[in-house]
């Protein structure tokens, strides 16, 4: 039986698992940064690596025993350099935020300049919104999305680093022209492409290390269904002080359970069919969109190039997207309130929801499923305030799911 010695050792703990489990199974989950891991990445996750102490890097290990921990951190590297087309890889980075910050500190010095996208326009938090750390140590200029804007705030800025992002961005960058943006006044290319690291693992999406970008830092998942983790990738001439910037600068001991998850993980992307999985993501963000505009939903930029959409809620029913978050919530229906670019509205009552496609294409639903659930946002959010409606809805989903199972949740 799954769980035993949670079961009965500690039973709210298990009781609180179940009831995520069972809810998983039910509902429709849209939400971006969500996924379900590969059953072998649970097991790594669960296994004695979780115990090990392993300081400093493979090969260089502060404490004894650590041939089985070098084995499996070179594993990830060597398959993340292999897919990725890249020269380093730092699989160390123990969460998002110091992920970036270890870029930021092993380059600049307190009050340089980074161009970084604007939070409304699909930036993020660690790219040194006003609210963060970040953006008391260093100068973050924020760009939108025109290109001649961001040529000219560089010539008249001069930023250390140009950095591209995709947080709440439906579509795909034109990584030429900010390589030749940074060129233009001697900066770093780096992009964060933790949403879209899995379309590019499979071949769905561009890679920015082919158009000479410095580097890349991930999350390893959200569209590749990996373990919670985080990856910088860079050109060789970059490593060192990469390296020494997260460990020692930021961290200590890396967390070994899931670098073993993330290694036995990264073989998936190897295979033929990760790449069928990858441009199944797209396929069905495109049949979702499209779906969604045959209801005269508004969708930023009126489309996606990705595996993400955002729907301007205000203007397509009247309502901001807390409500909107709220009501598909009482659906069954999973996705997070979104600002929209420029939008006039607080953060906490936005004008907009985010969603994606990556969890339902591991359940294999296919483009011919988009309309369904198109038909059950559109249909939720036009009654948001009938509750029998909200019922029905929910009934279908439940139906619905049964034919979609969750890989690591078989049973």
Known sequence: MKHEYLKNFDSATFNALVWEEQRLKKWINLIPSENYSYPEVL??????????????????????????????????????????RCEHVNVQPLSGSPMNQAVYFAFLQPGDTVLGMDLSHGGHLTHGAPVSHMWKIFNFV??????????????????????????????????????????????????????????????????????????????????????????????????????KSVFPGLQWWPHMNNIAALAAALNRALLPEFKVYAQTILTNAKS?????????????????????????????????????????????????????????????????????????TTRWMQPQDMSKIAWWIYKALKHYEDENVLTQIHNEIEQFGKSFPIPSLTN
């Open 43 to 84: 097991e790594a996750l669960w296994s004695v690596f979780t115990d090990k102490y392993a300081e400093w890097y493979p090969g260089r290990r502060y404490y004894w025993w650590n041939e089985f921990t070098d084995t499996v951190e070179n594993l990830a590297i060597e398959r993340a350099k292999q897919i990725f």
């Open 288 to 360: 979702l969109a499209q779906a969604l505009m045959d209801l005269w939903v508004k969708l930023i930029t009126d489309w996606t190039s990705n595996h993400m959409m955002v729907i301007n809620t205000v203007e397509s029913f009247g309502i901001d997207g807390t409500v909107a978050e709220n009501t598909l919530e009482k659906a069954w229906i999973i996705v997070n309130k979104q600002i929209i670019p420029d939008d006039t509205n607080p953060p906490l009552r936005p004008s907009g929801i985010r969603l994606w496609t990556p969890a339902i």
């Open 142 to 243: 924020r760009y939108k999305t025109d290109f001649d804007e961001l040529m000219d705030m560089a010539k008249t800025h001069k930023p250390k680093i140009v950095l591209c992002w995709y947080t709440s961005y439906p579509r795909d960058y034109d990584y030429a022209d900010f390589k030749k943006v940074a060129d233009e006044v001697g900066a770093i290319t780096m992009a964060d492409v933790s949403h879209i690291w899995g379309l590019i693992a499979g071949g769905a999406m561009a890679n920015p290390f082919d158009y000479g970008f410095d580097i890349v830092t991930t999350t390893t998942h959200k569209s590749l269904r990996w373990p919670r983790w985080w990856m910088i990738m860079c050109k060789q001439e970059f490593a060192k002080p990469i390296d």
